[in-house]
């Protein structure tokens, strides 16, 4: 038994001398006047499986600078940020590996295909179970600009660095290696880390490690740094001193955060105040120094109505400075010692992270509004929103993602996630998660929990898996539905009250689960808005059916505390008070709002338009149903005046969107009505209902490629010009029309193609449309554009080209176009350029195409946004052999897509450039719709 337990003290000491064993030495000496860093350097890590590994791995990260095809130049690309696919080769980093040696003696070593920050090394030797390999490596890393990732050198000539050296990759039973992307997620072993960095004397180095040795040179200093059990990198070199230390009996803080212009001493009582609150929750910091960085502020800020001017106090500074100072303390406390894979787990430090900062604010700010100072305000206080307290935004942008199907499950792969899910949602989610599971459990298990997690697992190697065992054990109620629902799928909760029946002593009621998911939910009794009881119902499948004491209830709601994330409220009350008090009143209010799930709601907001120039300037009122959060159902009511057409126009529209969890991503069917003006003084009215599907990859909402096939019925009638009688003019027509749409819009590669059928009383006919762009790593851009049409049935009056194809400006009879001046044949409006049908720029002698037409256009850069562009094609008329059309020109592209001009230089016409009036000759393109502009923000986030 005694040599039993020995031999079980000597293989603990064992691993736990060899869990301790991995070491990284590094010798850089900085070239800051060639952007350049030498580097000598050592690697030693152990194998701590049972398994005997022939390869290695290690993260070259300095190396995702290196071309414009990495997954870090993808990744920036996919959001739609051209300044690294544009940037100059000096501006882009790289590193360049001299040799990779064991004992002496070379190793071969590659970097992977399509992943080259990954170095795949052979060893010598296979590396046995508990054995560690020993590496030396020489290497130049190239700095890139920081203005791609804000890592790099600033054009001011200040160094922010990270993941800069080598780094062992890890192998717990397989290799843990993925490329940069941007998402500061390096997962690396904890490890001794020496430096020794030669810099210039003009510069301040700041790092996490422990200063052990300075040497001051005439031109250069070298400065020694060392730290136990490390798994940072950052390294900042600044010329003059922009970091603050404050000291605490604990830690220090090392800081460059914007302070607000605090006094130094309220910072450094907000400090310790913070600091207070981190190792009462988390128990002692092994490490000397925490590092928060300005950068950390930027990539994670705290989000709330920071969008506003500067210069609107919304918050009191010091809570402004204070919890960017936690959030980023918090995070940066879990990121040095709770060792996640944080490419795969990152939902438990988000969660952690996200939780602290929700009970730090109902510490010691339980009376903060979300609006801050600004729910005080006149005229703010009337909207629902003033009364969101500030933790509530938490909620709120959750639901966002929810309520418009793009949430994504906590446990998918960070580089999975949409741009406003990784930065946002799910960050939220993971935090508003926990406090759903701290509610259900009680007792404040959860939070005894997480603090006794961290104090024992402290800088350990583990797994989301390790949490949830952990937590289990200490408490007896099942939580499966967190771990196996809420985290790993989808799901949303939205539960109602179907069925009361009471009497003097009991209320025998059916809760309804309007979700497939296995989540509890909470409900509680009031009396006049006091809390009587307040129970968790659990394993709803589809409905359950419960009796409960009366006590004098007048009321029974569902989620009272809002705790639950729940999509929607409007249905979680009762009254029992008789039927009709379960009517929700109606309430008007001006603007949109949050919405109050106790009223139902109309929204007023006032209007100002141009849509065209015939109505000119138009004012109105909009009554609509739409909140902050979007509905499926929506309303939407627009009366208004002209001012030049001196008549009352708008629209109204009704549409209603069901949602799925697979490819087939959205329905949505509804119907618009419309009055304005097509000509001046000639109105058109319309009448469009629609289905349409919406189609997106399910398993990769980062994917640009989108499907839509659409339905719909169009009914217009227009006035007739009385002044310009004919026979042939038929004001009011009807027709059915298909049109099936595939895009995949990406700032590198774009393509787009539609397929179109319309049948009407007097034609048919069908068209398709191509669209191809590219962005070469040479910078320049091609553009490609084809379209065909072709009637299949046409007997419309020959002498009108009202429903024809156009080869230069389109009819647009269907009235989908967003054209200023649609009947204008003469003077600036008539000049808007709008690529459709023929897609040319030149007014050609024939303009038109009865019977078939097939365009190509094309355009490439001459110069930034200066292109030329060339179309050709041909148009063919009943009675007439088909005619070839060309044209030829500059365009300049302002705005792609939005803002462009067009010069015609050569078409059928001859030399269009010398001829008379060739101002009249210039195309636009432009828009001045906003939700088109807001198009921009939306495809970086979405």
Request: with cysteine; hydrophobic share 35%; charged share 25%.
């Amino acid at each position: 038994m005694k040599l039993r337990l020995f031999s079980y003290i000597i293989f603990t000491l064992i691993c736990f001398t060899s869990f301790s064993q991995n070491k990284i030495d590094v010798k850089a000496v900085f070239d800051i006047e060639n952007k350049q860093i030498k580097i000598s350097q050592t690697i030693q890590y152990q194998n701590t499986t049972q398994d005997e590994l022939q390869t290695i791995y290690l993260n070259d990260w300095s190396n995702s600078y290196s071309t414009k095809k990495t997954p870090l130049a993808i990744r920036i690309a996919d959001e739609y940020k051209n300044d690294f696919h544009l940037a100059k080769n000096g501006d882009r980093g790289y590193s360049a590996i001299t040799s990779i040696k064991q004992n002496n003696e070379d190793l071969v070593f590659q970097q992977l295909k399509n992943q080259i920050d990954i170095i795949k090394v052979e060893l010598k030797a296979p590396l046995k179970p508990n054995d560690s390999y020993k590496i030396h490596l020489e290497y130049i890393v190239q700095i890139p600009n920081a203005k791609f990732t804000s890592y790099g050198i600033t054009d001011s000539g200040n160094l922010n660095l990270r993941y800069w050296y080598i780094t062992p990759a890890i192998y717990n039973g397989e290799w843990q290696y993925y490329s940069n992307q941007n998402l500061d997620d390096l997962f690396i072993p904890k490890s001794d880390i020496t430096l020794e960095i030669e810099h210039p004397n003009n510069y301040t180095l700041t790092s996490e490690l422990n200063l052990s040795k300075q040497i001051q040179l005439a031109d250069k200093q070298i400065i020694k740094l060392e730290g136990k059990n490390r798994n940072s990198n950052k390294l900042f070199l600044s010329k003059g001193s922009n970091f603050n230390t404050i000291q605490s009996e604990d830690f220090s803080i090392v800081s460059n955060i914007s302070d607000e212009g605090l006094e130094v001493i309220e910072k450094v009582l907000i400090t310790e105040k913070v600091t207070k609150f981190i190792l009462k929750n988390f128990g002692e910091y092994p490490h000397k120094k925490l590092l928060l960085t300005e950068i950390d502020n930027v990539k994670d800020p705290v989000y709330g109505v920071n969008f506003l001017p500067k210069f609107i106090k919304t918050y009191p500074i010091h809570f402004q400075y204070e919890l960017k100072l936690l959030k980023i303390a918090l995070h940066n406390y879990l990121e040095n010692t709770l060792l996640v894979n944080p490419r795969k787990e990152q939902w438990l430090l988000d969660g952690i992270q996200i939780y602290y900062l929700m009970n730090y604010v109902e510490e010691y700010y339980p009376n903060m509004k979300f609006l801050g100072a600004l729910a005080d305000f006149w005229g703010v206080k009337s909207f629902h929103i003033s009364d969101m307290m500030y933790n509530d935004k938490y909620t709120l942008a959750a639901m966002s993602a929810a309520r418009t199907n793009r949430d994504q499950p906590l446990t998918m792969q960070k580089d999975s996630l949409l741009k406003f899910n990784t930065n946002i949602a799910n960050k939220y989610k993971a935090g508003i998660g926990l406090k759903y599971l701290d509610d259900f459990i009680n007792e404040q298990v959860l939070e005894n929990s997480i603090t006794s997690f961290l104090s024992n697992n402290k800088l350990k190697q583990i797994t989301a898996k390790d949490f949830e065992i952990y937590l289990k054990s200490k408490t007896n109620k099942n939580i499966d539905w967190f771990f196996e629902d809420y985290l790993t799928t989808r799901k949303k909760i939205d539960f109602k009250i179907r069925k009361v029946l009471k009497t003097e002593d009991s209320i025998t009621l059916t809760i309804k689960n309007k979700r497939d998911n296995s989540m509890p939910i909470s409900l509680y009794t009031l009396n006049n808005d006091s809390i009587i009881s307040k129970t968790w119902i659990e394993n709803i499948t589809k409905s359950k059916t419960l009796t409960i004491p009366r006590n004098n209830a007048d009321k029974l709601v569902l989620n009272y505390e809002k705790i639950v994330p729940e999509i929607n409220l409007r249905d979680n009350w009762k009254s029992l008070k008789g039927f009709f008090f379960n009517n929700k009143p109606l309430q008007f209010r001006l603007f949109k709002d949050i919405e109050d799930p106790h009223y139902n709601q109309v929204f007023l907001m006032p209007i100002a338009e141009f849509n065209n120039i015939y109505d000119g300037l138009t004012l109105g009122m909009r009554a609509y149903n739409t909140t902050i959060l979007r509905k499926l159902f929506k309303y939407k009511i627009e009366p208004s005046y002209a001012f030049k057409s001196r008549s009352l126009t708008g629209s109204a529209s009704l549409s209603k969107t069901h949602y799925f969890n697979n490819d087939l991503f959205a329905i949505n069917y509804g119907i618009v009505g419309s009055y304005t003006s097509y000509a001046e003084d000639l109105f058109v009215r319309q009448i469009k209902p629609s289905v349409t599907l919406l189609f997106r990859r399910n398993d990769d909402l980062r994917s640009n490629k989108r499907q839509t096939l659409k339905f719909r019925y169009l009914d217009i009638k227009r006035d007739e010009d009385v002044l310009n009688i004919s026979p042939t003019f038929r004001p009011n027509y009807k027709l059915f029309n298909i049109r099936y749409r595939n895009s995949n819009d990406n700032l590198i590669n774009f393509n787009k193609w539609y397929a179109d059928f319309q049948i009407g009383e007097k034609f048919s006919k069908m068209s398709f449309n191509y669209e191809y762009r590219r962005l070469f790593q040479s910078n320049r851009q091609l553009n490609l554009r084809m379209f065909a049409g072709a009637f299949l049935k046409n007997k419309t009056d020959i002498t009108s080209d009202y429903f024809s194809f156009a080869l230069d400006r389109p009819t647009d009879y269907l009235f989908d176009l967003p054209y200023l001046g649609r009947s204008e044949a003469s003077g600036i409006f008539s000049q808007q350029y709008i690529d459709a049908e023929g897609g040319f720029k030149s007014k050609l002698e024939t303009p038109f195409a009865n019977q078939w037409i097939t365009t190509f256009n094309a355009s490439t850069t001459l110069w930034k946004y200066i292109l030329a562009y060339g179309d050709i094609g041909f148009v063919k008329n009943k009675f007439n052999d088909p005619h070839f059309v060309y044209d030829s020109g500059v365009r300049v592209n302002l705005v792609t897509d939005y803002f462009e001009i067009y010069f015609p230089v050569y078409s059928n016409l001859g030399w269009e450039i010398g001829q008379p009036n060739y101002d009249e000759k210039i195309r636009f393109k432009f828009t001045v719709d906003p939700q088109v502009l807001l198009g921009l923000f939306r495809r970086r986030w979405y």
